[in-house]
């Protein structure tokens, strides 16, 4: 699997995670959960279903509610049965309520939401701003537009400023510098430990 640089998947997370640990060293969780926000990815892979790359990448946004204009290619929601849809589109809101939050908010499918499945249904113990890393890291229109703010909770507002530190690393933390592997795992494992059930259900 490979990213939009030369680096593969595993590189990037491993960078992702290494340089969050720098700055951020007592933050553990925040370690943890860089090293498996892409990890929902493997969608791609034949033995997860093999689903095509447009179903897996790429931004997320709400569903019953208004497309924004910040939503990346949004000219072609004019060819989506929704868009039409006074349900979805009489109000800023949709189906929706003001400060709802995005928890009650159904999104647009790819690997954010799998891999957020996967850690809840599996009983972890990551902080909700853990789960909201993984869940919203693709959600841009949210974290770099401002869009659908009118959908969040009090909680989401806290949980945001931690996906806007995640961002900047999970962003341009990619370098030719490779992680060594080895030096790291055991440190990573032991998170994995002390986050996760021993066996889990994917």
Known sequence: MKLWTTVIQIEHLLQTAEAIRKDYPDEDWLHLTA??????KVLLLP??????????????????????????????FKDNPDYNNPEYNSTQYGIYAHGIGLKNVLMSWGHDDYMYLVAKENGTNLPEAGLFIIRYHSFYP?????AYKHLMSKEDEEDLKWLKIFNKYDLYSKSKVRIDVEKVKSYYMSLVEKYFPA???W
Do not use: E, M
Not at 35 to 40: K, Q, R, S, V, Y
Not at 47 to 61: E, I, K, M, R, Y
Not at 142 to 146: D, F, N, V
């Open 35 to 40: 090293l498996i926000h892409d990890l929902g």
């Open 47 to 76: 033995s997860f279903g093999g689903l095509p790359q447009w179903a897996v990448v790429g931004d997320t946004h709400p569903v019953g509610c208004p497309f924004d204009d910040s939503v990346v290619h949004d000219r072609y």
């Open 142 to 146: 949210l974290h770099k537009c401002g």
């Open 199 to 201: 066996k889990l259900k």
